[in-house]
């Protein structure tokens, strides 16, 4: 059956925009019961420390306090915190307790929760807890963690959970390519620790219903039916006494939908006091509790023939992880084995990635999570042995990049997951091609290195895929109602991005309806669908959508089945007709709608797309930038991302997404730095501190979005596109920095790239050029 | 310690007299969002720097979350909330939802709030002006290009005197 779509495809203004912009938005501290308690975390001041006692007698006595909990009142054994992508048992010693006990490992580490009449009561208190605890040694580095004289887990014998490898080819393959290449090239890269920072902090709200012995939460977001299952595991309650409800959130970007100390220590309040309790996340305490991300160095070598064929690529890396492994930790690393590689022919791979702990905020999913890092490292790469083999980095590139004729390709095997896979389709060769027309390369080259006006002109190219749609399933349910208006309910779960709009133009397409007949778009909610699986890897218009289209099939389906019974023939002869307002058959035609309608007590079916292989979207990304070498400072004149992604739904909320990741790259690039002190305090505890874009710094971006390469893994054609924007980022602008400096010899081997690092790369270039 | 006796605190609010009971460290960001129910208003880092909170009070910009309700008495608050068109959207939030100026929408009260009051005061501000005017306020999800072209485009309703509840009068 064809399918004439109507919406999809258009850019269809936003469902969401109208309580987002008068204010109507329910965000999780946006909500208020009565009689509700406030909660506040009491943190560790230190880094590394065995606690010896905390005294919580005077924060108890204040009026106005009804509990402050620490480990001792968690029961006999304190919960631990799972792995949830990729459990390992070796990396399972490094697990995190929710409250902290024994020993803290890292400033900002829970080690009581006040529960009080007030948020400010409740920080008062807070304030009186007295923690005594004895500073040990700090383990802050790779060097630190792998000397191993300072363990975090003395069980454990070492800081260094698993090694991840990555392989392609056979090892003697690889140590031929090595041994053979007449090229090879060996650099060591390093990305600094950053995080996701959206604008709304995290918060939840727990109600607690003794009559009825169940717990509703809002604030889970992104992953709500996962951290509901866990939640009940650790609360020892069946998982459907617990209701995860759905709210409006501030952006997501990867970070939410770990299972925080939090998300347990609310509900247990709540519960424990029989009351509704309520805990929203200061900007200082988000900075220190988040989840941080992408802090990773590696040793990359690649082999090449004097003509630019690759032969080989293999390197060692090392993720700081922080403190604990928490649910996603592993997703990361595994991603930057796995993509190290990229859409490029690389016959024999193998890349091995150490995990280790310090003491830091533990690490976990970001956005593009290993791709951005892994993608900076591998195109820097390739600008240096280009370089040296006296190739252009057009003309490298091109030599390597797969062609559609050897698609789909297979990835490396990841150990010890064992998951390979591979691409679904495309033509890495267009969205090349198209990058350097759009970003006018043969005219720019051509000032690459140059001094016009006092600053230095540089310009680079590089590419990625991406990786989206992941499985298993996704559930959905549409509900046809009385007025002959449809309610779409779906497992994926929004985190800004637009997503309630888009699952409206997929629904009323298949069922042949105008967008103002679809009722509601619901989302997220452990109440309206058997079961769902969230918003994360780019999937939700993969997984949701698809699941969509099979609901509306069934739905149509139990239409015409009623209706034929109704009107005393075959489902199959049921025309549904005037926007599912009616049905015939033989010449008779059937009311659905409105009173007299067949469907008065309303219609539902339920959908179901099911998914063990990956979408990859993949593009290119340019840039044009200057450098002014008195002062490192990057002006950003033109940045130019192409990508295709198979099928484009809206394609607003898509440029909208695409151009949000590339500036927040930018940011991760040039301006966010999570810093820390020889004692492991976090030094940059605030947004003044934590440099994030703002409105006048890159204001020159096109995104140009093709849909040449529908996936052929869904009915939709979609691959999901959100994080595309900003994996290919970092390498891109060091490339395009190293351009801009060339006569200075500067190459840049670390992020981020501020203005002093670039001043002091500057100073420390070895070729002599008279500064300005 | 203890509470601090509450205060008692009178102003408008979108035209609206408010009377509120408050402790006199109760920011005006947390009273208008949590004693009068106008939750509209966001916060987003309590120190100032995202704008998440930023209302209009006597006309100018502030940021919410750095005054306390107490020093609003006798003000003229003004909040998102205020700034609908009778029941439609205001010609600034109509811009913005044509031109993709929010994705999570957590930001976006604070930018139009801020963009309401520059182009109340300034209808004919060029490019440079209103990215510098919005450059005091974090969105980390548009990367702010639509939310630019947003406020260009409202431009001509301000200009024709058709922006929704002038701070300034
Ligand atoms: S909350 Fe007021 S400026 Fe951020
Ligand atoms: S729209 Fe999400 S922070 Fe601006």
Redesign the interface.
């Known amino acids: 059956m064809t399918r004439h779509d109507i919406l999809v495809g258009q850019p269809v203004e936003r469902l969401e925009d109208l309580r987002f912009l008068t204010g109507r938005g329910q965000y999780v501290d946006d909500r208020s019961v009565d009689g509700m308690l406030h909660a506040t975390l009491v943190r560790s001041a230190l880094a590394h420390g065995t606690i010896r006692a905390i005294d919580t007698a005077a924060a108890l006595a204040l009026p106005g306090v009804h509990a402050v909990y620490t480990a001792a009142d968690l029961g006999a054994k304190v919960p631990m915190i799972p792995m949830r992508m990729e459990a390992n048992a070796d990396l399972a010693r490094f697990e995190q307790p929710v409250l902290a006990h024994g020993k803290v490992r890292y400033v900002g580490e829970p080690l009581a929760l006040v529960v009080a009449d007030t948020p400010a009561i409740a920080e008062d208190a807070a304030g009186l807890v007295a923690a005594h605890i004895e500073p040990l040694p700090v383990v802050l580095d790779r060097t630190g963690a792998e000397r191993g004289d300072t363990l975090l887990f003395e069980q454990a014998g070492s800081n260094r959970g698993l090694a991840l490898q990555a392989l392609r080819g056979d090892a003697s393959a690889l140590d031929a390519a090595f041994r053979d290449a007449p090229y090879t090239c060996r650099r060591r890269f390093k990305v600094h620790r950053h995080t996701a920072a959206p604008m709304e902090t995290r918060g939840l709200l727990a109600e607690w219903d003794a009559a009825r012995q169940r717990l509703t939460v809002s604030g889970l977001v992104k992953v709500p039916f996962a951290i509901r299952a866990l939640l009940a595991t650790l609360l020892g309650m069946p998982e459907s006494a617990i209701d995860a409800v759905e709210s409006d959130c501030g952006g997501g970007f990867g970070m939410r939908g770990e299972f925080y100390p939090e998300d347990f220590l609310v509900p247990f309040a709540a519960r424990r006091l029989g009351r509704a309790v309520k805990w929203i996340e200061d900007r200082n305490e988000h900075l220190l509790a988040i989840t941080h991300a992408r802090e990773v160095e590696c040793e990359l070598e690649i082999a090449c023939d004097r003509d630019g064929t690759i032969r080989g690529l293999r390197g060692q890396g090392a993720y700081d992880l922080g403190a604990y492994i928490r649910p996603n930790a592993v997703t990361a690393p595994r991603n930057f084995a796995q993509m190290a590689g990229g859409p490029y022919r690389i016959p024999a791979l193998h890349m091995e990635v150490a995990l280790l702990v310090s003491n830091k905020t533990p690490a976990g999913s970001y956005r593009g999570p290993g791709r951005f890092e892994t993608d900076c490292f591998r195109e820097r790469l390739f600008d240096i042995a280009a370089g040296e083999l006296g190739i252009d980095r057009v003309a490298f590139r091109r030599h390597n990049l797969l062609r559609q004729d050897e698609m789909p390709s297979r990835l490396p095997i990841v150990m010890p997951y064992g998951s390979g896979g591979e691409t679904d389709s495309g033509n890495y060769h267009e969205t090349f091609e198209r990058c350097l027309a759009e970003i006018g390369w043969n005219d720019k080259v051509a000032l690459a290195g140059r001094q016009i006006d006092g600053v230095f002109h540089g310009i680079a190219i590089g590419c990625y895929i991406e990786g989206g749609g992941s499985g298993p399933r996704e559930h959905a349910r549409l509900v046809y109602e009385g007025d002959g208006r449809v309610a779409v309910h779906v497992g994926s779960s929004a985190v800004g991005q637009g997503l309630e709009t888009i699952f409206a133009q997929i629904a009323a397409d298949a069922l042949g309806l105008p967008m103002d007949r679809i009722s509601a778009v619901r989302h997220g909610s452990s109440g309206i669908v058997k079961m769902g699986y969230g918003s994360l890897g780019s999937r939700s218009t993969v997984m949701g959508g698809s699941a969509i289209l099979d609901a509306a099939n069934n739905l149509q389906h139990a239409i015409r089945t009623l209706a034929a019974a109704r009107l005393g023939c075959a489902p199959e002869e049921v025309s549904l007709e005037d926007g599912l307002r009616s049905a015939a058959a033989r010449g008779r035609v059937l009311a659905l709608a409105g009173p007299s309608g067949l469907a008065g007590g309303g219609i539902e079916a339920d959908g179901l797309f099911e998914n063990d292989r990956r979408t990859y979207s993949y593009g290119s990304h340019a840039a044009h930038l200057t450098v002014d070498a008195a002062t490192g400072q990057v002006r950003l004149l033109d940045y130019v991302s192409v990508e295709d992604v198979g099928r484009i739904i809206n394609p607003m909320t898509l440029h909208g997404q695409v151009i949000g990741a590339i500036v927040q790259a930018l940011g991760g690039t040039l301006l966010e730095h999570l810093v820390y002190d020889g004692q492991g305090q976090l030094l940059t505890g605030s947004l003044a501190s934590y440099l994030v874009p703002a409105a006048d710094d890159f204001p020159v971006i096109r995104s140009f979005v093709l849909e040449n390469h529908p996936s052929p893994l869904n009915p939709l054609g979609v691959k999901g596109a959100g994080e595309g924007g900003v994996i290919p980022v970092g390498g891109v602008i060091a490339n395009a920095i190293a351009s801009a400096l060339s006569s200075f010899g500067v190459q840049p081997d670390e992020l981020p790239l501020t203005p002093p690092r670039i001043w002091e790369l500057i100073r420390r270039g070895n070729a002599p050029v008279a500064l300005p | ?3 601090p006796p509450a205060r008692t605190v009178r102003f408008t609010v979108n035209g609206v007299p408010a009377t509120v009971e408050v ?1 006199p ?2 920011t005006l960001a947390d009273c208008l ?2 004693a009068l ?11 100032g ?2 704008g ?1 909170c930023t209302v209009i009070v006597d006309g100018r910009a502030v940021r919410s979350c750095l005054m306390l309700a107490v020093q609003a008495e006798g003000c003229a608050v003004q ?3 205020g ?2 068109d009778g029941e439609a ?1 205001g010609p600034l ?1 109509a811009a ?3 031109h ?1 100026a ?8 604070g930018m ?1 709030m801020t963009s309401h009051a520059l182009l109340s005061s300034e209808p004919d501000a060029d490019v440079a002006r ?3 005017a ?15 072209e947003a406020v260009l485009d409202a431009r001509a309703a301000y200009k024709a005197g058709a922006g929704k509840g002038r701070p300034d009068r």
């Open positions: 310690m203890g509470n402790e460290r109760l969002r949590h129910e106008l939750t509209g208003t966001h916060v987003g880092c309590e120190h720097v995202c998440a909040t998102v909330e700034l609908v959207l939030q913005f939802r044509r993709h929010l994705q999570c929408g957590f930001c976006t009260p139009l209103v990215r510098e919005l450059s005091g306020n974090l969105c980390r999800c548009t990367g702010y290009i639509g939310i630019v």
